[in-house]
Protein backbone atom coordinates (compact mmCIF):
# COMPACT_ATOMS: atom_id res chain seq x y z
CA UNK A 1 0.00 0.00 0.00
CA UNK A 2 1.41 3.34 -0.75
CA UNK A 3 0.52 6.44 0.59
CA UNK A 4 -1.46 8.16 -2.56
CA UNK A 5 -3.69 5.12 -2.33
CA UNK A 6 -6.95 5.47 -1.70
CA UNK A 7 -8.79 2.91 0.45
CA UNK A 8 -12.30 2.95 0.90
CA UNK A 9 -14.49 0.38 3.23
CA UNK A 10 -18.06 -0.15 1.15
CA UNK A 11 -20.67 -1.68 3.38
CA UNK A 12 -23.89 -2.84 1.94
CA UNK A 13 -27.12 -3.57 3.59
CA UNK A 14 -30.17 -2.76 1.74
CA UNK A 15 -31.80 -6.50 1.40
CA UNK A 16 -30.97 -9.56 2.80
CA UNK A 17 -27.00 -9.66 2.14
CA UNK A 18 -24.49 -7.95 4.79
CA UNK A 19 -21.55 -7.16 3.09
CA UNK A 20 -17.91 -5.27 3.86
CA UNK A 21 -15.50 -4.54 1.32
CA UNK A 22 -12.06 -2.58 0.78
CA UNK A 23 -11.34 -1.77 -2.55
CA UNK A 24 -8.21 0.12 -3.57
CA UNK A 25 -7.96 2.67 -6.08
CA UNK A 26 -11.87 1.69 -7.11
CA UNK A 27 -10.22 -1.16 -8.78
CA UNK A 28 -8.27 -3.59 -6.61
CA UNK A 29 -10.21 -5.40 -4.72
CA UNK A 30 -9.12 -6.40 -1.50
CA UNK A 31 -11.72 -8.10 0.24
CA UNK A 32 -14.95 -8.48 -0.29
CA UNK A 33 -16.80 -10.52 2.80
CA UNK A 34 -20.76 -11.19 1.99
CA UNK A 35 -22.94 -13.08 4.64
CA UNK A 36 -26.30 -13.78 2.96
CA UNK A 37 -29.16 -14.43 4.93
CA UNK A 38 -30.88 -16.76 2.38
CA UNK A 39 -31.41 -19.89 4.68
CA UNK A 40 -33.05 -17.56 7.64
CA UNK A 41 -35.80 -15.89 4.90
CA UNK A 42 -36.29 -19.43 2.52
CA UNK A 43 -38.73 -21.11 4.81
CA UNK A 44 -41.05 -17.65 4.39
CA UNK A 45 -40.46 -17.44 1.10
CA UNK A 46 -38.89 -14.42 0.56
CA UNK A 47 -37.35 -11.73 2.34
CA UNK A 48 -39.22 -10.89 5.84
CA UNK A 49 -37.51 -6.97 6.69
CA UNK A 50 -38.06 -7.02 10.27
CA UNK A 51 -35.69 -10.41 9.97
CA UNK A 52 -33.51 -9.12 8.05
CA UNK A 53 -32.82 -5.82 9.81
CA UNK A 54 -32.19 -7.71 13.28
CA UNK A 55 -29.89 -10.07 11.29
CA UNK A 56 -27.72 -7.48 9.87
CA UNK A 57 -27.45 -5.58 13.36
CA UNK A 58 -26.48 -9.17 14.87
CA UNK A 59 -23.66 -9.49 11.52
CA UNK A 60 -22.43 -5.82 10.52
CA UNK A 61 -19.50 -6.10 12.87
CA UNK A 62 -18.02 -9.51 12.45
CA UNK A 63 -18.50 -8.66 8.46
CA UNK A 64 -16.18 -5.47 8.61
CA UNK A 65 -13.77 -7.04 10.89
CA UNK A 66 -13.61 -9.85 8.71
CA UNK A 67 -13.22 -7.22 5.68
CA UNK A 68 -9.76 -5.85 7.55
CA UNK A 69 -8.72 -8.70 8.37
CA UNK A 70 -8.66 -10.36 5.19
CA UNK A 71 -7.34 -7.31 3.73
CA UNK A 72 -4.28 -6.54 5.62
CA UNK A 73 -5.42 -3.47 6.81
CA UNK A 74 -6.67 -1.68 9.45
CA UNK A 75 -9.15 1.15 10.57
CA UNK A 76 -6.06 4.01 10.45
CA UNK A 77 -5.44 3.44 6.85
CA UNK A 78 -9.07 3.85 5.30
CA UNK A 79 -9.41 6.76 3.22
CA UNK A 80 -13.59 6.98 3.52
CA UNK A 81 -16.48 4.65 4.39
CA UNK A 82 -18.93 4.47 1.87
CA UNK A 83 -22.68 3.15 2.43
CA UNK A 84 -25.51 2.09 0.36
CA UNK A 85 -28.76 4.50 2.07
CA UNK A 86 -31.04 2.91 -0.86
CA UNK A 87 -33.44 1.97 -2.62
CA UNK A 88 -33.95 -0.50 -0.44
CA UNK A 89 -35.89 -2.22 3.09
CA UNK A 90 -35.29 1.06 5.35
CA UNK A 91 -34.80 -1.08 8.43
CA UNK A 92 -32.08 -2.95 6.47
CA UNK A 93 -30.07 0.25 5.02
CA UNK A 94 -30.77 2.23 8.17
CA UNK A 95 -27.94 -0.22 10.15
CA UNK A 96 -25.34 -0.38 7.24
CA UNK A 97 -26.10 4.01 7.08
CA UNK A 98 -25.61 3.79 11.07
CA UNK A 99 -22.57 1.60 10.90
CA UNK A 100 -20.83 3.94 8.49
CA UNK A 101 -22.00 6.95 10.13
CA UNK A 102 -20.29 5.95 13.35
CA UNK A 103 -16.98 4.64 11.62
CA UNK A 104 -16.63 7.85 9.49
CA UNK A 105 -17.39 10.03 12.51
CA UNK A 106 -14.64 7.68 14.96
CA UNK A 107 -11.89 7.76 12.32
CA UNK A 108 -12.32 11.05 11.24
CA UNK A 109 -12.72 10.40 7.11
CA UNK A 110 -15.05 11.43 4.67
CA UNK A 111 -18.53 9.35 4.35
CA UNK A 112 -20.29 8.98 1.09
CA UNK A 113 -23.77 8.17 0.41
CA UNK A 114 -24.00 5.72 -2.68
CA UNK A 115 -27.25 4.77 -4.28
CA UNK A 116 -27.47 0.79 -4.53
CA UNK A 117 -28.16 0.81 -8.50
CA UNK A 118 -25.32 2.82 -8.94
CA UNK A 119 -23.26 -0.11 -7.06
CA UNK A 120 -24.29 -2.57 -8.82
CA UNK A 121 -23.73 -0.25 -12.15
CA UNK A 122 -20.24 0.47 -10.73
CA UNK A 123 -19.45 -3.61 -10.49
CA UNK A 124 -18.82 -3.26 -14.11
CA UNK A 125 -16.03 -0.57 -13.74
CA UNK A 126 -14.32 -3.12 -10.90
CA UNK A 127 -14.69 -6.03 -13.52
CA UNK A 128 -13.47 -3.46 -16.44
CA UNK A 129 -11.98 -0.30 -14.67
CA UNK A 130 -10.85 0.90 -18.57
CA UNK A 131 -14.82 0.95 -19.88
CA UNK A 132 -15.15 3.69 -22.17
CA UNK A 133 -17.73 6.29 -22.10
CA UNK A 134 -20.66 6.52 -23.13
CA UNK A 135 -21.98 3.50 -22.04
CA UNK A 136 -25.17 2.36 -21.93
CA UNK A 137 -26.54 -0.14 -18.52
CA UNK A 138 -29.57 -2.67 -18.64
CA UNK A 139 -29.85 -2.69 -14.95
CA UNK A 140 -31.72 -6.15 -14.06
CA UNK A 141 -32.45 -6.85 -10.29
CA UNK A 142 -34.71 -7.84 -8.13
CA UNK A 143 -36.41 -4.45 -7.76
CA UNK A 144 -35.41 -2.34 -11.29
CA UNK A 145 -35.58 -3.16 -14.59
CA UNK A 146 -33.68 -0.18 -15.95
CA UNK A 147 -32.34 0.94 -19.34
CA UNK A 148 -29.78 3.62 -18.33
CA UNK A 149 -27.66 5.99 -20.78
CA UNK A 150 -24.00 6.82 -19.03
CA UNK A 151 -22.53 9.88 -20.22
CA UNK A 152 -19.60 9.69 -17.57
CA UNK A 153 -19.10 8.49 -14.21
CA UNK A 154 -22.12 9.53 -11.91
CA UNK A 155 -24.16 10.93 -14.88
CA UNK A 156 -27.65 9.03 -15.95
CA UNK A 157 -30.06 9.41 -18.00
CA UNK A 158 -33.24 6.74 -17.57
CA UNK A 159 -34.79 5.45 -21.31
CA UNK A 160 -37.12 3.32 -20.27
CA UNK A 161 -37.88 1.43 -17.05
CA UNK A 162 -39.99 -1.14 -15.78
CA UNK A 163 -44.17 -0.21 -15.34
CA UNK A 164 -44.36 -3.31 -12.85
CA UNK A 165 -43.08 -6.07 -11.69
CA UNK A 166 -39.36 -5.81 -12.43
CA UNK A 167 -37.59 -8.72 -13.97
CA UNK A 168 -35.60 -10.10 -10.86
CA UNK A 169 -39.02 -10.02 -9.37
CA UNK A 170 -41.04 -12.13 -12.06
CA UNK A 171 -38.36 -14.60 -11.87
CA UNK A 172 -39.08 -14.87 -8.40
CA UNK A 173 -42.91 -15.16 -8.63
CA UNK A 174 -42.55 -17.79 -11.45
CA UNK A 175 -40.06 -19.67 -9.45
CA UNK A 176 -42.34 -19.76 -6.40
CA UNK A 177 -45.42 -20.77 -8.92
CA UNK A 178 -42.96 -23.54 -10.08
CA UNK A 179 -42.60 -24.75 -6.64
CA UNK A 180 -38.50 -24.01 -7.19
CA UNK A 181 -37.83 -21.96 -3.80
CA UNK A 182 -36.50 -18.63 -2.65
CA UNK A 183 -34.27 -16.99 -4.38
CA UNK A 184 -36.32 -17.96 -7.48
CA UNK A 185 -33.93 -16.61 -10.11
CA UNK A 186 -30.98 -19.03 -10.44
CA UNK A 187 -33.15 -22.19 -9.80
CA UNK A 188 -35.39 -21.12 -12.82
CA UNK A 189 -31.67 -20.63 -14.84
CA UNK A 190 -30.85 -23.82 -13.39
CA UNK A 191 -34.11 -25.83 -14.35
CA UNK A 192 -34.38 -23.79 -18.19
CA UNK A 193 -31.08 -25.61 -18.80
CA UNK A 194 -33.24 -29.03 -19.10
CA UNK A 195 -35.54 -27.41 -21.14
CA UNK A 196 -36.60 -26.72 -24.54
CA UNK A 197 -37.84 -22.73 -24.85
CA UNK A 198 -39.90 -23.00 -27.70
CA UNK A 199 -41.95 -25.72 -26.00
CA UNK A 200 -44.73 -23.27 -24.74
CA UNK A 201 -45.87 -19.97 -26.45
CA UNK A 202 -45.98 -16.89 -24.02
CA UNK A 203 -46.42 -13.25 -24.59
CA UNK A 204 -43.82 -10.71 -25.43
CA UNK A 205 -44.26 -7.33 -24.11
CA UNK A 206 -43.44 -4.65 -26.37
CA UNK A 207 -45.63 -1.42 -25.26
CA UNK A 208 -46.26 1.42 -27.72
CA UNK A 209 -44.27 2.52 -30.67
CA UNK A 210 -40.42 2.13 -29.76
CA UNK A 211 -41.22 2.56 -26.59
CA UNK A 212 -38.14 1.21 -24.32
CA UNK A 213 -40.41 0.66 -21.30
CA UNK A 214 -40.40 -3.46 -19.94
CA UNK A 215 -43.74 -4.57 -18.61
CA UNK A 216 -43.74 -8.34 -17.07
CA UNK A 217 -47.06 -8.46 -15.38
CA UNK A 218 -48.80 -10.04 -18.41
CA UNK A 219 -45.85 -12.76 -18.87
CA UNK A 220 -46.40 -13.80 -15.71
CA UNK A 221 -49.91 -13.77 -15.30
CA UNK A 222 -49.67 -15.98 -18.47
CA UNK A 223 -47.37 -18.23 -16.55
CA UNK A 224 -50.22 -18.76 -13.84
CA UNK A 225 -53.05 -19.49 -15.93
CA UNK A 226 -50.83 -22.07 -18.01
CA UNK A 227 -50.17 -23.84 -14.54
CA UNK A 228 -54.05 -23.19 -12.98
CA UNK A 229 -55.80 -24.62 -16.48
CA UNK A 230 -53.26 -27.92 -16.25
CA UNK A 231 -53.80 -28.02 -13.02
CA UNK A 232 -57.84 -28.01 -13.39
CA UNK A 233 -57.12 -30.77 -16.27
CA UNK A 234 -55.19 -32.77 -14.33
CA UNK A 235 -52.70 -32.83 -17.08
CA UNK A 236 -48.65 -32.47 -15.79
CA UNK A 237 -46.68 -29.69 -16.21
CA UNK A 238 -43.31 -30.01 -17.79
CA UNK A 239 -41.25 -27.30 -15.95
CA UNK A 240 -38.42 -27.36 -17.13
CA UNK A 241 -40.15 -26.64 -20.15
CA UNK A 242 -41.91 -23.87 -18.92
CA UNK A 243 -38.94 -22.09 -17.50
CA UNK A 244 -36.69 -22.44 -20.62
CA UNK A 245 -40.22 -20.42 -21.93
CA UNK A 246 -40.54 -18.34 -19.69
CA UNK A 247 -36.69 -17.35 -19.10
CA UNK A 248 -36.80 -16.90 -23.29
CA UNK A 249 -39.85 -14.71 -22.75
CA UNK A 250 -37.67 -12.28 -20.32
CA UNK A 251 -34.64 -12.29 -22.36
CA UNK A 252 -35.95 -11.78 -25.81
CA UNK A 253 -37.38 -8.07 -24.75
CA UNK A 254 -34.71 -7.41 -22.68
CA UNK A 255 -32.34 -8.05 -25.34
CA UNK A 256 -34.22 -6.31 -28.15
CA UNK A 257 -34.61 -3.29 -26.11
CA UNK A 258 -31.76 -2.90 -25.21
CA UNK A 259 -29.85 -3.50 -28.49
CA UNK A 260 -32.75 -0.76 -30.05
CA UNK A 261 -31.68 2.07 -26.93
CA UNK A 262 -27.87 1.19 -27.86
CA UNK A 263 -28.00 1.65 -31.65
CA UNK A 264 -30.56 4.94 -30.82
CA UNK A 265 -28.16 6.16 -28.99
CA UNK A 266 -25.02 5.49 -30.88
CA UNK A 267 -23.42 3.63 -28.33
CA UNK A 268 -20.81 0.87 -29.11
CA UNK A 269 -20.38 -0.96 -25.28
CA UNK A 270 -23.46 -2.38 -22.99
CA UNK A 271 -22.68 -3.15 -19.91
CA UNK A 272 -25.04 -5.25 -17.75
CA UNK A 273 -25.90 -4.92 -14.01
CA UNK A 274 -27.87 -6.25 -10.83
CA UNK A 275 -28.47 -10.34 -10.11
CA UNK A 276 -30.23 -10.77 -13.06
CA UNK A 277 -26.76 -9.88 -14.91
CA UNK A 278 -26.12 -13.39 -13.74
CA UNK A 279 -28.67 -14.84 -15.56
CA UNK A 280 -26.70 -17.51 -18.43
CA UNK A 281 -29.48 -17.01 -21.44
CA UNK A 282 -29.26 -13.33 -20.85
CA UNK A 283 -25.62 -13.63 -21.06
CA UNK A 284 -25.25 -15.72 -24.12
CA UNK A 285 -28.36 -13.99 -25.67
CA UNK A 286 -26.62 -10.89 -25.71
CA UNK A 287 -23.29 -10.95 -26.32
CA UNK A 288 -24.81 -13.14 -29.51
CA UNK A 289 -26.96 -10.40 -30.97
CA UNK A 290 -25.06 -7.75 -29.94
CA UNK A 291 -21.81 -9.09 -31.23
CA UNK A 292 -23.81 -8.85 -34.73
CA UNK A 293 -24.27 -4.94 -34.46
CA UNK A 294 -20.44 -4.59 -33.89
CA UNK A 295 -21.59 -3.30 -30.25
CA UNK A 296 -19.29 -5.13 -27.43
CA UNK A 297 -21.48 -6.31 -24.01
CA UNK A 298 -19.36 -6.38 -21.12
CA UNK A 299 -21.25 -8.19 -17.98
CA UNK A 300 -19.30 -8.27 -14.27
CA UNK A 301 -18.44 -11.75 -12.85
CA UNK A 302 -21.06 -13.53 -11.21
CA UNK A 303 -20.14 -12.84 -7.75
CA UNK A 304 -20.27 -8.80 -8.57
CA UNK A 305 -23.48 -9.69 -10.28
CA UNK A 306 -25.84 -9.85 -6.87
CA UNK A 307 -25.38 -7.54 -3.84
CA UNK A 308 -22.11 -6.92 -2.38
CA UNK A 309 -19.97 -4.21 -1.20
CA UNK A 310 -17.39 -4.35 -3.34
CA UNK A 311 -19.63 -2.33 -6.12
CA UNK A 312 -20.33 -0.04 -3.28
CA UNK A 313 -16.74 0.96 -2.20
CA UNK A 314 -16.01 1.11 -6.21
CA UNK A 315 -19.16 3.43 -6.37
CA UNK A 316 -17.89 5.26 -3.71
CA UNK A 317 -14.31 5.82 -5.03
CA UNK A 318 -15.35 8.03 -8.28
CA UNK A 319 -18.00 10.05 -6.05
CA UNK A 320 -14.39 10.35 -3.69
CA UNK A 321 -12.53 11.93 -6.71
CA UNK A 322 -15.32 14.79 -6.98
CA UNK A 323 -15.52 15.03 -3.56
CA UNK A 324 -19.23 14.04 -2.89
CA UNK A 325 -18.97 13.35 0.36
CA UNK A 326 -22.44 12.89 2.85
CA UNK A 327 -22.76 14.66 6.51
CA UNK A 328 -24.09 12.87 9.50
CA UNK A 329 -27.45 13.65 8.80
CA UNK A 330 -27.37 10.65 5.84
CA UNK A 331 -30.68 8.69 6.21
CA UNK A 332 -31.91 5.46 4.51
CA UNK A 333 -34.09 6.42 1.89
CA UNK A 334 -35.81 3.31 0.73
CA UNK A 335 -37.08 4.55 -2.98
CA UNK A 336 -34.06 6.57 -4.08
CA UNK A 337 -33.95 7.46 -7.41
CA UNK A 338 -30.70 6.88 -9.91
CA UNK A 339 -30.30 10.70 -10.80
O1 LIG B 1 -29.34 -7.28 -7.54
P1 LIG B 1 -29.87 -8.28 -6.61
O2 LIG B 1 -28.92 -9.22 -5.92
O3 LIG B 1 -30.73 -7.61 -5.50
C1 LIG B 1 -31.50 -6.47 -5.73
O4 LIG B 1 -30.94 -5.37 -5.72
O5 LIG B 1 -32.71 -6.68 -6.00
O6 LIG B 1 -30.93 -9.12 -7.47
C2 LIG B 1 -31.65 -10.14 -6.93
C3 LIG B 1 -32.51 -10.69 -8.04
C4 LIG B 1 -33.49 -11.74 -7.52
O7 LIG B 1 -34.77 -11.45 -8.04
C5 LIG B 1 -32.92 -13.03 -8.09
O8 LIG B 1 -33.91 -14.02 -8.32
C6 LIG B 1 -32.31 -12.54 -9.39
O9 LIG B 1 -31.72 -11.31 -9.05
N1 LIG B 1 -31.29 -13.46 -9.93
C7 LIG B 1 -31.41 -14.11 -11.10
C8 LIG B 1 -30.26 -14.94 -11.23
N2 LIG B 1 -29.49 -14.74 -10.13
C9 LIG B 1 -30.13 -13.83 -9.34
N3 LIG B 1 -32.38 -14.07 -12.03
C10 LIG B 1 -32.23 -14.84 -13.11
N4 LIG B 1 -31.17 -15.68 -13.31
C11 LIG B 1 -30.17 -15.76 -12.40
N5 LIG B 1 -29.14 -16.57 -12.60
ZN1 LIG C 1 -29.09 -5.30 -5.62
Redesign the pocket.
Known sequence: MVKEDILILGLET??D?TSASIVVNGRDIRSNIISSQICVHQKFGGVVPEIASRKHVELINGVIEEALTEAGVTFREITAVAVTYGP?LVGALLVGVSAAKALAYALNVPLIGVN?LEG?ISANYLANPDLQFPLLCLV?????TDIVYIEEHGKYQILGRTRDD????A??KV?RALGLGY????L??KLAKAGNPEAIALPRAYLEGNSLDFSFSGLKSAVLNYLNKAQMKGEEVNKADLAASFQKAVVDVLVDKTLSAATEKGVKTIIVA???A???Q?RSQLHEEAAGRGISVQFPPLVL???NAAMIACAGYYRYLKNDFADLTLNAIPNLKLS
Do not use: Q
Open positions: SCEGHHVSGGHAAGEFDAPGGPVDGGVANGLCTD
